[in-house]
């Protein structure tokens, strides 16, 4: 059993197929799910791993949770929920989700709160037939009717249908069926509908009645945190290369520059020797005219 994930509901649309055909699909979004405890057999009786995700502000968490969070090296997270992992899924602290730990055409069970719908009757709340719209009933066709059993035993039965609040509980949707991912925007199309508000948040599971995929990813799927170093280091070192690349130029480019001002005066020098020699051969010769 892997882990899930807390996604974000934004809303509903629908998308169409290579044949045309639409779906209606629910569009939930990861926002940053991070590993903040582990959770073992020996200290825990169990194995879990606890998740977190949605920015809070530290003043607003209380001293007990904000050292939790401090003790897994992990910023402050809104939400926090525990899911049952088996011994080899487990996933260190600080680690984070990406949405490719789902995959399209997986079957996932949904949970969230449902919408709270208020005090509702029986007809709204049970999906009741209601009583008879003619001579005599009224204006009460749309009670529940007798919830008693008369005499005996003279009260109602615990957990009698009747009116009352409706909606606000945990509900779970099951095998939902994963159409679509968006990686660039980290989101997720479920055909169907699941419970709760827009930008409510839901926890999605691997589906209990369904096989997982064989290109399933674990013990998760996680964000390679390394790629970006390693892509920074390989540019340090490409910049280092050419830095070093650069100097060696100009340190041949100096060289050159060195031999050819080497070489002008050299030939400099020879054309002054030459020179010097020509102007003492004409003074010979003069001097011996003169005599």
Not at 73 to 86: A, G, H, M, S, Y
Not at 87 to 93: A, G, K, P, S, T
Not at 141 to 170: C, E, F, I, L
């Amino acid at each position: 059993m892997r882990s899930g994930l807390i996604l974000k509901k934004m809303g509903m649309t629908r998308i169409f197929d290579d044949s045309g055909n639409s779906f209606p699909v629910t569009v939930l979004k990861l926002e940053e799910n991070q590993v903040v405890k582990v959770l073992d057999l020996n200290k825990n009786g169990y194995f879990a791993i606890q998740v977190g995700t949605g920015k809070v502000k530290t003043k607003n968490i209380g001293k007990a949770i904000r050292g939790n969070f401090a003790k897994s090296n992990v910023e402050p997270k809104k939400i926090l929920k525990e899911f049952r992992v088996d011994e080899d899924m487990l996933v260190e602290e600080g680690k984070i989700f990406s949405i490719n730990h789902f995959s399209v055409g997986q079957k996932i069970d949904v949970s969230g709160v449902s919408h709270g719908k208020g005090f509702s009757g029986g007809m709204k709340r049970h999906n009741f037939a209601g009583l008879e719209a003619t001579h005599g009933v009224s204006i009460s066709h749309r009670s529940h009717g007798s919830t008693g059993n008369s005499q005996d035993p003279g009260r109602v039965w615990k957990g009698k249908k009747m009116a009352g609040q409706y909606g606000n509980v945990n509900k779970t949707i099951q095998n939902l069926t994963v159409l679509e991912i968006n990686d660039v925007d980290d989101l997720l199309y479920v055909k169907g509908a699941v419970p709760g508000p827009k930008n409510g948040y839901l926890t999605v599971r691997d589906a209990i009645k369904s096989t997982l995929p064989e290109g399933a990813l674990k013990p998760a799927g996680l964000k390679d945190n390394k790629n970006h170093e390693k892509n920074t280091s390989d540019k340090k070192e490409i910049v280092q290369d050419a830095e070093v690349r650069i100097k060696s130029e100009n340190v041949e480019a100096k060289d050159g520059q060195s031999n050819d001002q080497k070489v002008n005066e050299q030939a400099i020098n020879s054309v002054d020797e030459t020179s010097s020699t020509e102007m003492t051969d004409t003074d010979k010769n003069t001097n011996n005219k003169e005599v």
